[in-house]
């Protein structure tokens, strides 16, 4: 049990583990000096910039100026591998690669030109895919084929990362990832992270940083995605206005106010929109007896048609209280309001009977309300030039929605009556977290970093069903509903210490995260009340090492070793849950499953070409969860000699991966670019004396040209093969998207025209083979249609990275 006593150990424990393990020592800081002069006469250059940026992505790291004798000097410069660029007005820019190791005295460089007649301004290329550490980055901000879309579109090119028609994120085919906003875990329930991707524009990201095996740090099982906003910091301000609209139909305006000072910034953004989403499934079922012979079989075809009207409202405030302490400030609601109708046409037959019992389902949710909402605050205090930072964070998030439906059974026999439902359900799931984090580096190159995190959430889920009498009055099922309240307590402290031997990086970790649930599920006015409470303790540990080579050349190697339990606490309760001809029920005796992940990187820049990644991984799982489908007998509510199906959660008992990754850019101008990924595996499960595996594979290809300098056009295709679960297999998705975009009046005024799905090939689905039941199945939606966008920009051009996000330079944001 989670009580005060726990708590105040574990966060002694890692306060004193922190400070134990920092003493008062400083990390070491090497200085780069040398001359600037001209090429031919070989007289001192000066007012020259000089600049260090990283290797593996040219960002800025520290720089200063020549003075009037040509010489420069560059302070705290960390050991590592850099590439130098200096430029001068009427001279050539010159960049070139420094290995820092220890200090540097004698650089010289020289310059071509001396003309002084004109600027001349030349940016280093910056690769789109990016291997740092354990991070691959993939840098939004410099693919144009993707500015005019949604952070859902950024994350579906970023390595390994999929998302499906209804918005849910896998990272190689894994669910259960954790999305961080800016290097802070966004805190969000699954529905308020898909309206939050949908809304996010493309081009309000930086980057996004996908860690596919993640240290100590992080406590998720499946991997980490990062998105990381732009933050530049500019004084004026800046107001966007614009829309985006589609034919399927969509319509969303939105507009974004920033202002911004050396010391201040904030930014308002509102949006709102309407759409109606048609979605169509179709598939069929088979249940089987004990003896293989064929109990019941169904078929089935949906069309479903939602309208939503909704909304997005966010206020970010960044504040610089001193040249070593930030301070950040951010709350955002988004309200949905909903109405859908469906129509099920079933056929239905129960053997050896011939007859078909089937009937037309219709269902109309009239009053369906959403709503989520997050707040929160962040503090970062620098001691030192050195790195050596302290950061607290608090973050708190709800969502809630509710709503009542109608439904009626026609069924095909003219001599049953039309059967009429109403439902009614309802989900509350309020959040709160606060956390700490500390690094420290240390002499001979060592960094410290160490944190702990409480958390506290609630989740209330419930429903009622009532069924119209003879008389015309409306009856509860008592059995069709149910209330079920949890609250979850979390706690984790970690550490991790990293060495560096100039382009060598080692990092070692260790994590103990333990989590607590306790709670209830029951059917009202029946005396069935089923308790939980239980915790999930674990450890840990990850290794991390990677190594920079001066050829823009990256190497990485990671193990780690983490645990699980289901995010779905109703799978532990010894309790049924029934539909119309099945039920579910949990298992109480579910047990941790645990997961080895190896994994190996190669990644190359090429100046000129672009960049190349391979990635090889190893995914070792005994007693991994997973859902399995029976046939058997409710007596409770169905009839005694009825056989229906129904699904319990398991543990399989063994499961692995293996895999290859490829992303490959090709960059041979500012004006064209083509991207490929493509990715291979196999997956292979034990379980229950039976035994499967299959060899999938993935593809995505992008190509972006600029015409006439002013039309920017691009092409997108992309094919994932069918992939193996437990006694199931998903269908093939393809599909392909053309578009284009342009700038007028100095961009002031931009405008995109899209189509998506221009074949209108795309699809989702899967196909079930258990031994006593078995499903077909696929869904399609509107996936081919034609967008327009309009941005109309009216302030200092500079300010509109800060717009939606409005984040400092090391703030973080929700």
């Not at 028609?165 to 969000?188: C, F, K, Y």
């Amino acid at each position: 049990m989670l009580n005060m006593s726990n708590i105040n150990k574990i966060m002694v424990a890692a306060v004193i583990a922190v400070f134990t393990l920092t003493g008062a020592v400083q990390a070491q800081q090497l200085t780069v000096k040398g001359t600037v002069r001209d090429a031919k006469t070989g007289e001192a250059l000066p007012l020259v910039n000089v600049g260090l940026m990283r290797s593996t992505d040219t960002v800025f790291v520290r720089g200063n100026s020549s003075d009037f004798d040509g010489r420069f000097e560059i302070k705290d410069v960390k050991p590592g591998q850099y590439l130098m660029q200096a430029s001068c007005v009427g001279y050539e820019t010159v960049v070139k690669d420094i290995y820092v190791v220890k200090d540097l005295k004698d650089i010289v460089i020289e310059l071509k030109g001396g003309t002084l007649l004109e600027a001349v301004e030349i940016t280093a290329e910056k690769p789109l895919y990016v291997m740092d550490g354990e991070k691959n980055m993939y840098n939004t901000k410099e693919d144009p084929s993707i500015q005019t879309g949604t952070a859902s579109d950024a994350l579906q090119n970023a390595p390994g990362v999929e998302v499906d028609a209804e918005g849910n994120i896998t990272l190689r085919g894994v669910s259960s990832v954790e999305i961080w906003i800016n290097d802070q875990p966004s805190h969000m329930n699954e529905e308020a992270l898909k309206q939050y991707i949908k809304t996010m524009p493309a081009g309000a990201i930086e980057r996004i940083e996908v860690i596919t095996n993640p240290s100590a740090r992080y406590s998720t099982t499946g991997g980490v995605i990062n998105i990381v906003t732009n933050q530049t910091v500019k004084r004026n301000e800046f107001l966007s206005l614009g829309f985006r609209a589609n034919t399927m139909p969509s319509f969303s305006p939105w507009a974004s106010y920033v202002y911004a000072n050396e010391r201040f910034d904030m930014n308002i953004y509102v949006n709102a929109n309407v759409a109606v989403h048609n979605m169509y499934s179709d598939g069929t079922s088979t249940l089987l007896d004990a003896a293989g012979d064929t109990s019941r079989y169904q078929s089935h075809f949906d069309t479903i048609r939602s309208r939503n009207i909704g909304g997005y409202t966010g206020l970010n405030f960044n504040w610089k209280i001193s040249e070593k302490t930030n301070l950040a400030t951010w709350a955002g609601i988004y309200p949905y309001w909903g109405r859908s109708h469906s129509t099920v046409d079933l056929d239905y037959y129960e053997y050896p009977s011939p007859q078909n019992l089937g009937y037309r389902y219709t269902h109309d949710n009239d009053d369906g309300f959403f709503w989520g909402g997050y707040m929160g605050a962040w503090l970062e205090h620098r001691f030192d030039t050195t790195g050596r930072k302290l950061s607290l964070s608090l973050n708190g998030n709800t969502s809630s929605n509710s709503g009542t439906s109608t439904s009626s059974f026609v069924y095909r026999d003219p001599l049953r009556d039309t059967l009429r439902r109403r439902d009614g359900s309802y989900n509350h799931n309020p959040h709160l977290n606060l956390s700490f984090d500390y690094v420290h580096p240390l002499k001979h190159n060592f960094e410290l970093a160490a944190g702990a995190t409480l958390g506290y959430a609630h989740s209330s889920i419930g429903q009622t069903m009532d069924t119209m009498g003879a008389a015309g009055s409306y009856d509860n099922i008592a059995l069709r509903s149910f209330d079920a309240a949890t609250d979850f307590q979390n706690v984790a402290a970690y550490a991790t210490l990293q060495k560096r031997w100039g382009g060598f990086t080692a990092k070692l970790g260790m994590r103990f995260e333990e989590d607590f649930a306790q709670g209830y599920i029951e059917h009202p006015g029946i005396n069935d009340r089923v308790l939980i409470d239980t915790a999930f303790p674990g450890f840990v540990p990850s290794i991390h090492l990677s190594y920079q080579a001066k050829n823009f050349t990256s190497y990485s190697l990671s193990y780690t070793r983490r645990f699980a339990h289901s995010e779905d606490f109703s799978k532990y309760y010894d309790f049924n849950i029934y539909d119309d001809y099945s039920y579910s029920t949990g298992n109480p005796n579910l047990r941790m499953s645990y997961t080895h992940n190896l994994e190996a990187a190669w990644s190359k820049y090429i100046m000129g070409f672009g960049m190349l990644n391979l990635s090889a991984y190893f995914r070792a799982n005994t007693d991994e969860i997973g859902t399995m489908a029976y046939a058997g007998y409710a007596p409770a509510y169905f009839p005694a000699t009825q056989l229906v199906n129904y699904t319990r959660p398991e543990n399989i008992g063994s499961s692995h991966t293996e895999g290859l990754e490829a992303n490959i850019t090709y960059r041979p101008s500012g004006f064209f670019n083509v991207r490929l990924n493509a990715s291979v595996f196999n997956y292979a499960y034990a379980y229950d004396g039976f035994s499967d595996n299959k060899v999938s594979w993935s593809a995505r290809l992008n190509l972006w040209a600029k015409l006439w300098n002013k039309l920017e056009v691009f092409a997108n295709a992309h094919y994932s093969s069918p992939r193996l679960g437990l006694y199931s297999l998903t269908v093939a998705n393809k599909g392909i998207d053309l578009g284009c975009s342009a700038d007028f009046f100095e961009r002031q005024l931009s405008v995109y025209f899209n189509v998506n799905d221009i074949f209108g090939m795309a699809e989702w689905g899967s196909n079930t083979t258990a031994p006593q039941y078995q499903t077909t199945g696929s869904q399609q939606f509107d996936s081919r249609f034609v967008s327009l966008g309009l941005t109309w920009r009216i302030g200092k051009m500079e300010l509109e990275s800060k717009a939606r996000q409005g984040a400092t330079d090391s703030a973080p944001k929700m």
